[in-house]
């Protein structure tokens, strides 16, 4: 018999780009995280962030951007830079300790050009290729809030960019800047470097006809928009020796942009930075910034692997290594790599949620990587100048000071109690259990995964984040009492060291005049219904005879435990009618709308607030209500529920005398508003002696990315 092939062997197999050898294709994408302080020095703490990554088993890191002229050109002024020497001593350093754990790092090399923030704040004029032609669509102010403007343009100093054309010094200038920059890398003992020529910086703005309006020999053809790119890549190589590696960042297309990059343009481009000296070509995307779409189309794609035949397009041309990127799971990674659309596949936003990503691979415990979520948390923050955080991994951007808390014990094990098995407690559990406390989960319910449960049935990520929680129960040996109430006498008995208490939150029913009619139902009902957790009894009396049936054949047959099945079992049936109200368009209710319109309903959304789902990190919000409107999903803001009717909302859009009164004809209501802090369990405890440790919803809601953290530091916390 033979033996079982290796997992991933394509993605774990050594490879070169260049002279620079690697232990595995798995690149970590660069990213910018704002971490360093306000000098652009590589600190403590970048170091600490990018050897997790190292240690965690990567191939090859390439960095955030580090801008080879700072201040000048730079986006922020917590990048790295690389315009001196003095940037040298703290990068030997930092790739030291890189190096230790057997990686490789590039560092990526930019100047922002039109986006080039700090110049804007500083007064300095904006090197562009020419004026813009082409200022953007605009329509993603329609869905941000007022703070999140006022952010973003505080950000850019409030001030608009004065644009200065390149002239020929300039461009002689900045060639030199960037091969200078390339000698500090190397003399940082950087193992190569990546030169940003995408995602709308300078050198991706002389390759777009939307950005590059010159007439002179670096404009018009695609030959001679690549014209400076080419130049930088020879003086780096020039400057630096044939033998160190270049690798090119490119766009295979500018999304949403009259003009903008297109494929066939790429291909010119790429076939001449090889012949220019590039050592490997990595493949991104951009588009209209200010669009609402563009974003997570081009270069944070919504859509799994979306760029993946454009790099195999693309290796069809040139004959060096291309690098694929664009939410590529691992597995679907190895197989790009094995049907040749890429040679080496980077990951971004799965490096920031496990930073192990690549050890686990190696070690054949795919399921225990954390999985990414792409809820766009991350690099929302950037937009607004902050550093960034990610919704599932609270360690991310202070490894300095949190990194050890998952790999080190307590020094004296603590008997624990969690009470409530949601994500914050299972956080919290999780944690303690990795720190070598004696742990104990109390869940009511027959599953885990509390809010998480309902979540992961209406966004597939989410359910790869319940899995993974409850995977690390059990890896983790920790004892799961399921339909077990915690009362304080059962606690009492566990005789625990300490109690944490993370029962999530409560919903309020709605006094909307109607909302008791069958036809109404709310997140506690629907969560009834469809995963059998709740109250069950008084939800199901809301359905029809099929629809009572259809649900305990569902629960009977175990189909409700797995929200995927429940899922697929959906499409079939599910208990909402045709036309469907959804009174709240908040994070749940919205993306409640994606999972009805998915399964063919008719959806409108009534919210009083003139922007929607503000729960949602911008980028997700501009992506799923661009889809959603699509879809013909009647999106409507400032609206009033006045009451509900036999198959009828009436609303007013608008106050007092202004208002505009309207009506919609329904099938179904669901009511999506009213979730409130529950301290109703804290306090029970409270009162029979305990001081228990609450986390999560039931001290305020902070959806995911709050339970995940407060369930960390509960546990970190317990010593
Ligand atoms: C927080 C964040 C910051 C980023 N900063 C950069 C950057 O500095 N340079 C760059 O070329 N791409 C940057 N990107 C894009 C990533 O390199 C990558 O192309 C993108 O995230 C898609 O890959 P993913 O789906 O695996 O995350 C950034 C992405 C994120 C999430
Ligand atoms: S914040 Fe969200 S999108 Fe970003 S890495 Fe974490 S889980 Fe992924």
């Not at 001081?691 to 960390?712: H, K, N, Q, R």
């Amino acid at each position: 018999m033979n033996a079982p092939a290796p997992v991933y062997r394509h993605l774990l197999s050594p490879v070169s780009i260049g002279t620079m050898d690697l232990r595995n294709r798995i690149v970590m994408a660069p990213m910018g995280v704002e971490i360093v302080d306000s000098d652009g020095r590589a600190n403590d703490a970048i170091a600490a962030y990018y050897e997790e990554r190292a240690r965690g088993g990567v191939g090859l890191i390439i960095t955030e951007v580090a801008a080879i002229a700072y201040p000048l050109g730079a986006n922020s002024i917590h990048q790295l830079g690389v315009s001196d020497d003095a940037f040298v001593a703290p990068f030997r350093e930092l790739t030291a300790r890189v190096h230790a754990h057997g990686a490789k790092i590039a560092l990526q090399l930019v100047h922002h050009g039109k986006i080039s923030r700090v110049d804007t704040i500083e007064g300095r004029d904006v090197l562009v290729p020419s004026e813009p032609a082409f200022r953007g669509s605009m329509t993603m102010a329609s869905d941000l809030t007022v703070d999140e403007m006022m952010k973003m343009a505080k950000a850019s100093g409030g001030r608009a960019p004065a644009y200065r054309s390149m002239d020929h010094d300039d461009i002689a200038r900045v060639t030199d800047e960037f091969a200078s920059a390339a000698v500090r890398a190397r003399d940082g003992g950087f193992d190569g470097v990546e030169i940003h020529g995408a995602h709308g910086y300078l050198l991706s703005g002389f390759l777009s006809k939307a950005y590059n309006t010159r007439d002179d020999e670096y404009g018009g053809s695609v030959e001679n928009r690549s014209r400076f790119l080419c130049e930088v890549i020879t003086e780096v190589k020039e400057r630096c020796g044939a033998e160190f590696p270049v690798m090119v960042r490119l766009d295979a297309l500018e999304y949403r942009t009259p003009d903008g990059i297109v494929f066939e343009d790429t291909e010119v481009t790429a076939r001449l930075a090889v012949e220019a000296g590039a050592d490997a070509i990595h493949v991104s995307a951009y588009g209209d910034m200010t669009d609402a779409s563009a974003f997570t189309e081009g270069t944070l794609p919504h859509t799994e692997a979306k760029h993946s035949a454009l790099s195999g397009r693309l290796k069809t041309v040139v004959d060096v290594p291309v690098i694929g990127v664009g939410r590529i799971r691992p597995e679907v990674g190895d197989d790009m790599i094995a049907c040749g659309k890429a040679d080496l596949i980077a990951m971004g936003r799965q490096m920031l949620a496990d930073a192990e990503t690549a050890k686990k691979l190696v070690e054949g415990r795919e399921a225990d990587i954390r999985p990414c979520i792409n809820c766009y948390t991350c690099v929302a923050r950037p937009f607004f100048d902050e550093r960034v955080r990610c919704a599932v991994n609270p360690v991310l951007a202070n490894e300095l000071e949190l990194s050890e808390v998952e790999r080190s014990t307590a020094a004296v094990s603590k008997r624990v109690v969690v009470v409530g098995g949601g994500p914050a407690g299972m956080e919290a559990a999780r944690v303690a259990a990795l720190r070598g406390h004696d742990v104990t989960v109390f869940e009511a319910s027959a599953q885990l995964g509390g809010a998480l449960r309902f979540a992961a049935l209406v966004y597939e990520p989410n359910h790869r984040l319940l899995t993974w929680l409850t995977r690390q129960m059990s890896e983790l040996e920790v004892d799961v009492r399921l339909e077990t109430p915690a009362t304080p006498d059962a606690v009492r008995a566990l005789s625990p060291d300490a109690v944490i208490v993370a029962t999530g939150a409560a919903r309020q029913r709605s006094n909307i005049p109607g909302a008791t009619q069958n036809l109404v139902v709310d997140g506690d009902d629907l969560r009834a219904m469809l995963t059998g957790s709740g109250d069950v009894s008084a939800a199901l009396k809301k359905l029809p005879f099929v629809g009572r049936v259809a649900a305990k054949v569902g629960r009977w047959l175990g189909l409700l435990k797995d929200p995927d099945r429940l899922a697929k079992l959906t499409e079939y049936y599910m208990p909402i009618g045709k036309r469907v109200a959804i009174i709240g368009g908040g994070l749940v209710g919205i993306e409640l709308a994606e999972f009805l319109v998915d399964r063919g309903r008719s959806v409108t959304v009534l919210d009083d607030n003139d922007v929607l789902a503000t729960e949602m990190a911008h980028p997700r919000r501009w992506r799923v209500l661009t889809d959603l409107r699509d879809h013909g999903v009647d999106l409507i803001t400032e609206a009033t529920v006045n009451e509900i009717g036999a198959g009828v909302v009436h609303y007013t859009i608008g106050d007092g005398d202004e208002g505009v009164a309207s009506t919609i004809e329904v099938d179904s209501v669901v009511i999506a508003i009213g979730l409130v802090a529950d301290e109703r369990v804290p306090n029970q405890f409270r009162a029979a002696g305990f001081d228990p440790v609450v986390i999560g919803d039931c001290t305020g809601v902070g959806y995911l990315e709050g339970a995940m953290s407060e369930g960390f530091h509960a546990a970190r916390a317990l010593g």
